[in-house]
């Protein structure tokens, strides 16, 4: 049985107050906040063995090399990856996705070859691929949004049929919540002779994700958001995929043999982590992943469900309120996008914070989706993760209701 009261327990900061009032978080899908054993972790590193890896062999230094390693041991396991050298430490899912940009499209792709992304992509999904496109004369297709948020996939056979090399879509919105069929797009895009590259950056945290299973060449997925500290993250990358990359960043560490005219690369995972990396916060990330692992992934996505489920219920006595996102909650992670009648989304974050209720107000790094597809300028956005309550839940909708009490029906419209 889930006993969110024991994981709350497990996070110092869940006990603080905002404004005079219980802090309730409900920000997870920018990030979450970190267990004790993952605080824990950091201290121990800097108190007891901080030295570089890769490098010494003096004690310290062997004891951060061996952390630094069983920390890439764990997030394999956790994703499933064939072997620890197929997880690369980055900063956050964007230099992940940039890397497979700078390391694998620079590499691959040729005038007339064809990217295929989603409507529903994060910018960091979006961006690195107009300019791949843009410096190799690839072209940039998008796959639809329907009208039940859902990806369309009708389009796909045929995006897929002329020289698609690679395939990049998110596993989960971080607007919509829509959880997309990762698996199906993979083995279309595997008979097209395409690569596919999963942003996890919204799936990772929130339930079970299995490369091996998924059949995908990268995962890119980051620390911060999966109870691990800011300034970690990972690229899985497949054995047939890394072998097509080239090195992302060049110096130190990548290399095998340096002459003054030329240079060798050392082998994966080493070939792409130039320089002195992340030791500190990846070892904590390996302590988030143990965290994780022991609540077990299927028991969070069933809480988040179960949220999700609850929170919409509630959504529907606020009349005024329209939410984005699939009615399905089997495909839905626990994201909810809202407007409120007239109420402009940061002013409900702002009336909402007062009630230390911390939600998100904006495009949410996905403009052309808020505002092309769902046709408006930001919309507020509430998102659980597993130490999150129906308390919290009962307190989102009373402070919206005293925001909709203080702008009055003056402002406060049904959105055509
Ligand atoms: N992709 C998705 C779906 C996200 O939600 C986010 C962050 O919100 C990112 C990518 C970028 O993550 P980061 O800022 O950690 O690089």
């Not at 369309?152 to 690679?166: I, K, P, T, V, W």
């Not at 069929?181 to 993979?186: D, E, G, L, N, R």
């Not at 995962?219 to 691990?228: D, E, Q, V």
């Not at 911390?358 to 993760?385: K, W």
Request: hydrophobic share 45%; with cysteine; net charge negative.
């Amino acid at each position: 049985m889930y006993d969110v009261e024991r994981v709350r327990a497990d996070f110092p900061i869940l006990s603080r107050e905002v404004n005079g009032v219980p802090l309730v978080y409900l920000d997870n899908a920018a990030t979450s906040q970190k267990p004790a054993p993952v605080i824990a972790a950091l201290v121990d590193y800097y108190e007891r063995h901080n030295a570089n890896v890769h490098r010494g062999a003096h004690a310290l230094a062997v004891e951060a090399t061996t952390a630094y390693e069983e920390a890439r041991a764990k997030v394999a396991a956790f994703i499933n990856a064939p072997s620890p050298e197929n997880v690369i430490f980055v900063r956050n899912t964007t230099e992940a996705i940039n890397l497979v940009a700078g390391a694998w499209a620079a590499e691959r792709l040729r005038p007339g070859d064809r990217i295929v992304s989603t409507e529903i992509e994060h910018h960091s999904n979006l961006v690195p691929w107009q300019h791949a496109a843009r410096t190799s004369g690839a072209e940039l297709r998008l796959l639809a949004m329907a009208d039940d948020y859902t990806l369309d996939l009708s389009d796909l056979d045929a995006l897929l049929s002329a020289n698609a090399r690679l395939v990049a879509l998110t596993h989960s919105s971080n607007v919509l919540g829509t959880i997309t069929p990762v698996k199906a797009i993979t083995d279309a895009a595997r008979r097209a002779g395409a690569r596919v590259l999963v942003d996890g950056a919204q799936s990772v945290p929130h339930l079970p994700v299995d490369v091996q299973d998924i059949g995908c060449d990268f995962l890119a997925f980051s620390g911060h958001k999966m109870l691990g500290p800011m300034g970690v993250g990972a690229l899985y990358v497949s054995p047939d995929a890394m072998e097509e990359m080239g090195p992302f960043l060049r110096g130190g560490e990548m290399v095998l043999e340096v002459t003054y005219a030329d240079a060798s690369w050392a082998p994966p995972p080493m070939k792409f982590e130039a320089g002195t990396p992340n030791v500190a916060d990846a070892i904590a990330l390996g302590a988030a992943v143990d965290y994780l692992g022991a609540l077990g992934m299927a028991n969070v996505r069933e809480h988040e469900i179960a949220l999700t489920a609850y929170a919409l219920e509630r959504f529907r006595e606020l009349e005024e309120a329209e939410t984005y996102g699939p009615a399905d909650l089997s495909i839905r992670g626990g994201v909810v996008s809202f407007s409120l009648g007239g109420v402009h989304p940061h002013d409900i974050s702002q009336a909402l914070d007062s009630c230390g209720v911390a939600i998100r107000a904006g495009h949410h790094c996905a403009m052309p989706l808020v505002r092309s597809r769902l046709n408006v300028p930001a919309t507020a956005r509430a998102s659980f993760y597993l130490y999150n309550t129906e308390a919290e839940v009962d307190a989102l909708v009373s402070a919206l209701k005293r925001t909709l009490e203080y702008f009055g029906d003056a402002d406060v419209r049904k959105p055509r």
